[in-house]
């Protein structure tokens, strides 16, 4: 198919991660406007970026939630770029919205546009039926996908000889062969220099990290089995595939050199210190480096104090951990792998390594009850990581627990765009036997007001700011717009 190109590098793409609401983070696991501001890097969609540009495909990447667009500058965009080719993120809270946007740009111009991420890969058949402006959609991780695509457009090889993707050839449901994992992670560009070319990093925030910062991933795929967490079981996988700690070094190094306004770097990977062999190999190659520059990640309560220490000796700041539920019966139903037990002893070894702690809590979990939701509650008072967050749990399409609740007749959704508010924040859509959905909210709520309002943090978090000046910016951007729900409730409902 040639599109009127002569070759590769004649072909035009635009990856795209599409108008919405303003601040709407749409590439984190549950994707929403945040009470935090919290506003996550297009990452996937600049991997695949980095690829076609390192194989001479002319690729732009644009961030409309970032730049605050409406639909018609994207459209003005899209016509004054002419791509031959649009791929465009698409998730379940806003797949409604984003099929739109699909459609008003089959509407202005002659392109195709194939879909991405992780609602498209869970239900693929569904997403092609729900719109004619899709031309197909990609399957799970799509970097090397994108670049047979633009080869497509080319003419170089047929549609149905791409593996990892799925399309309607006259009403008939078409899905390739599947894609592998990526194995050679070392392979794929960095994707710092994406950033730096198309994106501004003031735009985006994590509390979780020193501001600004840049968000990378060492590795992909997470090892255990929670059957509420989409990316491992969608996009993936479960297996943790990393980079070589040189490799990764190199990139942090870059960021150094290349982001002199950056203050941290947060790295996804679903949970960095899995392997501890490879971790420790990182740290101790930052170490060996020279590089004194703040990070933080993900992990889980299993990660021992060795682990935690050579973490801070090279630069850890802090850890977002999941600690879940503080009743193990729970935790065991969603496959958790972890201890109540294993929770406080982590906590002080974080503590005595000097590592901050992010703690997430969930409550609707199979089984929940009252008292299951006040051992999750007393738990997180007695750990008292440095910040928390509570909500009700989070599914969607494509993971065991999305099936399990449906199947139970605990999933409230009637429509996709339920996953959200009116003001385009997380909205529960679910309910336990005990709990309507509301009631889970409200839950939420007051178990954030019992963590943050007590005395005793109010001074511990006063203290740390007087202490380090680094974490002012951090805590005064995420408190503009936190502290506004924290006194008024999800639902307005001041306390």
Known sequence: ??????????????????????????????????????????????????????????????????????????????????????????????????????????????????????????????????????????????????????????????????????????????????????????????????????????????????????????GRGCPNGCTFCVYPQTMHGRRYRFRSAENVVEEVEYIIKNFPEARSIFFEDDTLPSNKARCIEFCELMIKRGIRFPWTANCRVDVDYETLKAMKGAGCRMVCVGFESGEQALLDAIHKGTRVDMMQGFARDAKRAGILVHGCFMVGLPGETRETMQSTLDLALRISPDTAQFYPIMIYPGTELYDQLRAQGFLTAEKYSDWLTDEGLHNCVVRTSDFTAEELVLWCDEARRKFYLRPGYIARKALQMLMNPREISRTKKAAQTFFRYLFRGTFGQKK
């Open 1 to 218: 198919m040639k599109h009127g190109v002569k070759n590769l590098s004649d072909v035009r793409v635009m990856l795209l991660n599409g108008p919405y609401f303003k601040k709407f983070s749409r590439p984190q696991r549950s994707p929403a406007v945040t009470k935090s501001g919290t506003l996550y890097f297009p990452i996937w969609l600049a991997h695949a970026t980095g690829v076609l540009l390192s194989n001479s495909v002319q690729a732009v990447l644009l961030d409309a939630p970032a730049r605050g667009m409406d639909l018609e500058q994207v459209l003005e965009a899209i016509a004054a770029f002419a791509p031959h080719l649009v791929i465009t993120s698409i998730v379940t809270p806003s797949v409604e919205n984003d099929l739109l946007v699909a459609e008003a740009i089959k509407a202005g111009i002659k392109t195709k546009v194939f879909g991405v991420g992780t609602h498209p890969t869970a239900v693929p058949e569904e997403t092609l039926l729900s719109s004619d402006a899709l031309d197909g959609i990609c399957l799970g991780e799509y970097d090397y996908t994108a670049l047979d695509l633009a080869k497509w457009i080319a003419g170089e090889i047929k549609l149905e000889s791409i593996d990892g993707i799925a399309f309607l050839r006259d009403g008939e449901f078409i899905r390739t062969g599947q894609r592998g994992m990526i194995e050679d992670l070392d392979a794929l560009p960095f994707v710092a220099p994406i950033y730096r070319r198309f994106l501004r990093i003031a735009d985006y925030f994590n509390p979780n990290a020193l501001y600004p910062m840049v968000t990378i991933n060492s």
